[in-house]
């Protein structure tokens, strides 16, 4: 079964440094969204993006975020200068919208960013 | 989106049904209930999806009421690895937007032996 796939699986950095997490969405589907997971804490909705251009943001996602389509197959998340509290688990999930509009979004194992 | 209301937590004996529920009094015509679950810190899974008749799929069955004012989710022989946090979530779909899930708390279900 096509899955939804990211890495680094752990990645730690310093405050103040720039990350970059990558995701490979299922092959066939057309919009994106970036989530993330602190600690003991809600799954947090950060950014949708569909046709190269972002379709929704939440609060959360300011201007230290940006999110890009480099190619045909990844899907990247780049906070620009990390604080502390920017630790957190970041899930990456894709959904098919070319049949029904009610298609489910698929997430993938994220990424567990620690900032020290 | 509409909200919804779970029970913080679930014990379900392993090899019998686990039955979830869910209220979501001001859902309108629109909004699917969708349920989705977390293994320990796993990716949120996909479950299983209805707007207002009963569905099932090969991991579960989801009896949404007839006024659709909620829902149950339904594992029919759970086992050790069905231990997660199960959401229910009610998701607005229109053409437009990124259509996005919103979390809540959800239900921690724990399977025992």
């Known amino acids: 079964e096509p899955e939804v796939t990211q890495t680094p699986s752990h990645q730690v950095t310093q405050m103040g440094q720039e990350v970059i997490l990558r995701c490979v969405p299922i092959s066939n589907h057309l919009y994106f969204y970036w989530y993330r997971q602190i600690l003991g804490q809600k799954v947090e909705f950060l950014v949708s993006?569909?046709?190269?251009?972002?379709?929704?943001k939440s609060e959360i996602f300011d201007d230290q975020f940006s999110v890009e389509r480099p190619d045909g197959s990844n899907f990247t998340l780049k906070i620009r200068s990390t604080k502390l509290e920017d630790s957190a688990m970041y899930f990456c999930?894709?959904?098919?919208?070319?049949?029904?509009?009610?298609?489910?979004?698929?997430f993938g194992n994220g990424t567990r960013l620690t900032v020290t | 989106d509409a909200k919804t209301t779970q029970p913080p937590s679930m014990d379900c004996a392993e090899g019998r049904a686990a039955n979830l529920p869910c209220n979501h009094s001001t859902i309108s015509g629109n909004e699917y209930v969708y349920w989705y679950r977390q293994i320990h810190s796993q990716g949120p899974q996909y479950i299983i999806h209805?707007?207002?008749n009963n569905e099932t799929n090969e991991m579960a069955s989801l009896i949404i009421t007839e006024d659709r004012k909620s829902s149950t989710l339904i594992l029919p022989h759970a086992t050790l690895r069905d231990t997660a946090v199960y959401y229910c979530?009610?998701?607005?779909?229109?053409?437009?937007?990124?259509?996005?899930?919103?979390f809540g708390g959800g239900t921690r279900l724990m399977v025992k032996p």
């Open positions: 209805g707007l207002k």
């Open positions: 993006f569909y046709n190269n251009e972002i379709s929704e």
């Open positions: 999930a894709s959904s098919d919208w070319r049949t029904v509009y009610n298609s489910p979004l698929h």
């Open positions: 979530i009610v998701r607005f779909l229109n053409n437009n937007a990124g259509n996005m899930l919103t």
